[in-house]
């Protein structure tokens, strides 16, 4: 009888601890599934705010009259930043989205930041802990934003032979990683050549961009340097977002006209206006900034010589 | 005898167990509400910054600048922006500047409000371009109001500028 009793006593014990052992792992289970999902929301909270305070940041860099100015950014740990581009609505969005190095290994993307008013040319992903941002504004004719260049300090370019104005605009701009000359560059420099072939050949005259298999066209300098500092895709996004906004404001400034017209300030701008609506939206894709800019040069010189300038 | 007291022990650790689990969650709870808490403060900070920095340059950008002018609102071209603002409402309670209010009122010289539209424009002092929200936090910021005027005894066309504010509201999260 004290036998039995005895082996009762024994089942029961180890029971108790197979229990305990049992809800004990299950405990330590819940308890590391909460601690790193806490910690991987604490990451995507922080990239999230990054994000957001990094667009936040381009809004001092609406310039008014000033032609172009350059801001370093320092991180505090090497950041791959995502510039992503939608053209769809009114004006399309413009996305920022991070992801940091931690422990050797990068984070996963962080939550996207979305604007309407901004235009950021950069290469996708730009990686670095310190950036450049540089603003030029693009006129087409009248003012529609300023663009945003942004490169990282482990992005290195050269101009070479560049027209005498962008040469001094680069050495007014001061930016480390911008040389206004090849003298001095190092293999890792990307070289652009105004009259040779090179890493990046700019057909200055003639309105575009060859990098490698990619023709990209532009009018202007600031899209010249868009063109130069950004991918394929981003630059065609942006540029049709670009296209979007310049027709919303080509629709104001029409509208401008007529509420100026009763107060003796005739411009004779109208009909440019609608023809340069008309064939924005009429647009296949963003090849159209040359088919008008013909009409962009009418309208930028009728606008000088009117009574009442519109813009 | 014994029998009843294994399976009191058990009883016990159960509870004891419950207990724990009850207990972790609990600071679990706590800790997710600290850290949402948190996470509300920062976005209203962030919005709060965002307000700063883009009523500072507002009056700077293409939809709102004189010619030639820094710092300045062209009004006529506002009035034109009022009457397409429909098309920078990118959806239901968002637009293109990402902020609840933006409104523009002429401080000097004063007069009792007069609401900006078609029939009262220009003798008017406030322009309200955006008014999605009504409560909030407002930033703003000085600038000059410019609109063309027609001085008929010279014939001529000219600038007219006076002193106002321009007001952005953003949205507390609560």
Same mark, same amino acid.
Request: glycine share 6%; net charge negative; aromatic share 16%.
């Given at each position: 009888m004290k036998k039995i009793s005895n082996k009762n006593a024994q089942m029961n014990i180890s029971f108790g601890w197979l229990f305990a052992i049992i809800v004990g792992a299950v405990i330590l289970f819940l308890a590391i599934l909460l601690a790193t999902k806490v910690i991987k929301i604490g990451q995507s909270e922080e990239q999230a705010v990054g994000a957001k305070e990094f667009g936040i940041l381009l809004n001092p860099l609406e310039t008014g009259f000033e032609s172009a100015s350059s801001t370093p950014l320092q991180l505090r740990v090497e950041t791959k930043i995502y510039n992503k581009c939608s053209p769809s609505g009114n004006f399309g969005k413009q996305g920022i989205?991070?992801?940091?190095l931690s422990f050797n290994k990068w984070s996963a993307l962080g939550v996207e930041s979305s604007f309407e008013n901004k235009y950021l040319f950069s290469k996708y992903p730009?990686?670095?802990k310190k950036?450049?941002?540089?603003?030029?504004?693009?006129?087409?004719?009248f003012k529609v934003s300023d663009l945003i260049y942004l490169t990282s300090e482990n992005e290195k370019y050269c101009f070479d032979n560049a027209p005498e104005d962008i040469a001094d605009e680069l050495s007014q701009i001061n930016q480390a990683n911008l040389a206004a000359d090849c003298l001095n560059a190092d293999a890792e420099t990307i070289k652009i050549c105004f009259n040779k072939n090179?890493?990046?050949?700019?057909?200055?005259?003639?309105?575009?961009?060859?990098?490698?298999?990619?023709?990209?066209?532009?009018?202007?300098?600031?899209?010249?340097?868009?063109?130069?500092?950004?991918?394929?895709?981003?630059?065609?996004?942006?540029?049709?977002?670009?296209?979007?906004?310049t027709k919303q404001l080509a629709e104001i400034y029409k509208e401008k006209d007529l509420l100026l017209s009763p107060r003796n300030c005739k411009t004779d701008l109208g009909a440019d206006l609608d023809l340069l609506i008309s064939n924005l939206e009429n647009a296949q894709d963003y090849k159209v900034i040359s088919s008008v800019s013909e009409l962009i040069e009418e309208i930028k010189n009728k606008n000088k010589y009117a009574d009442c300038e519109l813009w | 005898m014994v029998k009843n007291k294994a399976q009191m022990k058990i009883q016990q650790m159960a509870f004891m167990l419950i207990a724990v689990m009850i207990f972790f969650a609990l600071v679990g709870l706590l800790i997710l509400s600290v850290g949402f808490s948190g996470l509300k403060e920062k976005a209203t900070a962030l919005q709060e910054k965002n307000a700063i920095l883009l009523v500072s340059k507002l009056a700077n950008s293409p939809e709102f600048s004189c010619p030639e002018k820094t710092n300045c609102i062209d009004l006529?071209?506002?009035?034109?922006?009022? $009457?397409?603002?429909?098309n920078y409402k990118t959806n239901k309670d968002k637009n293109f500047w990402g902020v609840s209010n933006i409104e523009i009122i002429k401080i000097y010289?004063?007069?009792?409000?007069?609401?900006?539209?078609?029939?009262?424009?220009? $003798?008017?002092n406030t322009l309200k371009l955006i008014s999605e929200k009504t409560t909030g936090i407002t930033a703003e910021n000085f600038v000059s109001l410019c609109r063309k005027e027609y001085d008929s005894e010279n014939y001529l066309t000219y600038d007219k500028c006076e002193l106002g504010k321009i007001l952005v509201k953003y949205e507390k999260i609560q």
């Open positions: 989205q991070t992801s940091e730009t990686q670095g950036f450049y941002i540089f603003s030029k504004p693009f006129e087409f004719p090179c890493d990046i050949r700019v057909y200055y005259n003639e309105g575009y961009v060859q990098k490698g298999p990619d023709t990209l066209s532009f009018e202007g300098d600031s899209l010249m340097y868009a063109a130069i500092f950004s991918d394929k895709d981003i630059y065609e996004c942006q540029v049709e977002r670009l296209l979007k906004r | 006529d071209k506002i009035m034109a922006l009022k $009457n397409n603002i429909n010289p004063g007069g009792k409000f007069i609401e900006c539209n078609s029939e009262s424009y220009p $003798n008017c």
